[in-house]
Nanobody, 120 residues
Framework: QVQLVDSGGGLVQAGGSLRLSCAAS????????MGWYRQAPGKQRELVAS???????NYADSVKGRFTISRDNAKNTMYLQMNSLKPEDTAVYYC??????????????WGQGTQVTVSS
């Protein structure tokens, strides 16, 4: 069992930056896929970015070039650096993790969510 605690959300103006963190309760060396989903009001949850245990990354087209996902296996923590934020990035962001190599909406472990609000 792995507990995930995500943090780092807040209110920021358009063009600003935030860094989200996802701390795991145990070693993430056994976790092959980690990532961030987001859900805006009235919209489906969407995958923003994912990263494998070996460092392979994947990004949604809407955040490519602006967001960077990373993980520190020694600290059991994953990060999402978000730059050039836009109002349409406003959502609740959830970290997720699974033992498989592909992160899916059915991921086994989820954080509680952290609100990101970008004002225009």
């Amino acid at each position: 069992q792995v507990q995930l605690v995500d943090s780092g959300g807040g209110l920021v103006q358009a063009g600003g930056s935030l860094r989200l963190s996802c701390a795991a309760s145990r070693s993430i060396l056994i976790i092959n896929a980690m990532g961030w989903y987001r859900q805006a009001p009235g919209k489906q949850r969407e995958l923003v970015a994912s990263i494998t245990r070996t460092g392979g990354t994947n990004y949604a087209d809407s955040v490519k070039g602006r967001f960077t996902i990373s993980r520190d296996n020694a600290k059991n923590t994953m990060y999402l650096q978000m730059n050039s934020l836009k109002p349409e990035d406003t959502a609740v962001y959830y970290c997720a993790a699974d033992y498989g190599w592909e992160l899916r909406p059915s991921a086994r472990y989820w954080g509680q969510g952290t609100q990101v609000t970008v004002s225009s």
